[in-house]
């Protein structure tokens, strides 16, 4: 399996911006690309993914402030995180898998997660 490593997880004030980063080591061509965050309350909360014809879709807590990409030549995801709210925090793992599904039970990869507090 390839491995996956997230980065750009810090501390932000309410209101800024982060860009996460999901390095892959192998190819990403023909996968989809899902973000999930771990907080305290809920074990993986679905955030975003992008299949690997580049359709998109998002958790309704977070449509219209993050955006999900993907570079193929690089072998690297992306999540824009815009507005960032409190309720944001968390850690947050990208994983691979053949679709696009909103349960993680579905994706196969995972990388070691990146932290992310919004707090003022």
């Known amino acids: 399996q390839s491995r996956l490593v997230e980065s750009g997880g810090e501390l932000v004030q309410p209101g800024g911006s982060l860009r996460l980063s999901c390095a892959a080591s192998g190819f990403l061509d023909y996968l989809a690309v899902g973000w999930f965050r771990q907080t305290p309350v809920l074990d993986y909360d679905w955030v975003s993914c992008i299949s690997s014809r580049n359709s998109t879709e998002y958790a309704d807590s977070v449509k219209g402030r993050f955006i999900i990409s993907r570079d193929n030549a690089k072998r690297i995801g992306y999540l824009q995180m815009n507005n960032l709210k409190p309720e944001d925090t968390g850690v947050y793992f990208c994983?691979?898998?053949?679709?696009?599904?909103?349960?993680?039970?579905?994706?196969?990869?995972w990388g070691q997660g990146t932290q992310v507090t919004v707090s003022s």
């Open positions: 994983a691979t898998a053949v679709n696009c599904y909103k349960s993680f039970s579905h994706f196969g990869n």
